[in-house]
């Protein structure tokens, strides 16, 4: 199976910040890669698709990239509902997230 | 629009099985695959299978052969069902469209005596 190490497992950070998350993938998955965010009630919400796509009605905050096997997910200014946390997922073949980020205020 | 939601059982005592049904609306199950996604509390997300538009499957391998996905296009409604369950499946289990742009808000099921 692929895994997928995404770091850091949590991060304290201020309002109006800018962070990034990563994900590494164990073997090639392309372009097949997508961040999801889960609020503390367990609602799930789709943020990127195929890497570097944002879903509509994400906010143009949130932006994906990718550097050879390594993948981000990048919030440019952090606001407080972005304070939950985050999965990378793969699917490129048997689906595998990462552990998650948690993204707390500092 | 696209809805999906989950209905379990709640509580599984050890050994029994789990049957999770997950109906949807505003898309059809002919077209289009559904995943099976769980949660322990307090961590991650783990994928349990899914199945295609055609009735195929695909079954996360560490679990494949305690699990069994099916459908009924005619009722908008995907089953899941997970046997011999021990105390680690407690989780919140969720269904997803296929490409993981729509979640039900997810069941919670425990498992205890």
């Known amino acids: 199976d692929i895994q997928m190490t995404q770091s850091p497992s949590s991060l304290s950070a201020s309002l109006g910040e800018r962070v990034s998350l990563t994900c590494r993938a164990s073997?090639?998955?392309?372009?097949?890669l997508n961040w999801l965010q889960q609020e503390p009630d367990g609602t799930i919400k789709r943020l990127i698709y195929a890497t570097s796509s944002l879903d509509s009605g994400v906010p143009k905050r949130f932006s994906g990239s990718r550097s050879g096997s390594d993948y981000s997910l990048t919030i440019s200014s952090l606001e407080s509902e972005d304070f939950v946390d985050y999965y990378c997922l793969q699917y490129a073949s048997s689906p595998t997230f990462g552990a998650g980020t948690k993204l707390e205020l500092k | 629009q696209v809805q999906l939601k989950e209905s379990g059982p709640g509580l599984v005592a050890p050994s029994q099985s789990l049957s999770i049904t997950c109906t949807v609306s505003?898309?059809?199950?002919?077209?289009?695959?559904v995943n099976w996604v769980r949660q322990p509390p307090g961590k991650g997300l783990e994928w349990l299978g899914m199945?295609?538009?055609?009735?195929?499957?695909d079954y996360n391998s560490a679990l494949k052969s305690r699990l069994s996905i099916s459908k009924d296009n005619s009722k908008s409604q995907v089953f899941l069902k997970m046997n011999s369950l021990q105390t680690d499946d407690t989780a919140r289990y969720y269904c997803?469209?296929?490409?993981?742009?729509?979640w039900g808000q997810g069941t919670l099921v425990t498992v205890s005596a």
């Open positions: 997803a469209t296929a490409y993981y742009k729509n």
């Open positions: 505003g898309f059809s199950l002919t077209g289009y695959g």
């Open positions: 199945i295609w538009g055609d009735g195929s499957t």
């Open positions: 073997q090639d998955i392309g372009s097949s």
